[in-house]
């Protein structure tokens, strides 16, 4: 059975870091994209960062030069380090992994509960 549990989440000011993790289990993270996703009240689900199969990253255009995807792949681990955080950075976080296909990625099929992370300006 899959599993992925988030956890670093929490309420800092703008301005501040904070670092997400990602524990996966039930699944080789060497063989999956995995991804950082969020969410807040009244805005659509979005992607925040994602890593590849062959260690490509991706970030969404507002968290370039903030945001910090890495994958630890012995230890099934997913990490995000965010800095500088700001007020419409507050969400709830979700780690996801998608299965590597021939070329890229397929679709996100595993998700974790989330965590959330509130900044106040």
């Known amino acids: 059975q899959v599993q992925l549990v988030e956890s670093g989440g929490g309420s800092v000011q703008a301005g501040e870091s904070l670092r997400l993790f990602c524990v996966a289990s039930?699944?080789?993270?060497?063989?999956?994209?995995m991804g950082w996703f969020r969410q807040s009240e009244g805005k659509e689900h979005e992607a925040v960062a994602s890593?590849?199969?062959?260690?490509?990253?991706r970030y969404i255009n507002s968290g370039r030069g903030r945001f910090t995807i890495s994958k630890d792949n012995a230890n099934e681990r997913l990490y995000l380090q965010m800095t500088d955080l700001k007020y419409e950075d507050t969400a709830t976080y979700y780690c996801?992994?998608?299965?590597?296909?021939?070329?890229?990625?397929?679709?996100?099929?595993?998700w974790g509960q989330g965590t959330q992370v509130a900044v106040s300006s």
């Open positions: 996801a992994a998608a299965p590597r296909v021939r070329i890229g990625c397929g679709s996100y099929t595993y």
């Open positions: 039930g699944l080789a993270a060497s063989g999956y994209c």
């Open positions: 890593i590849d199969g062959d260690g490509i990253k």
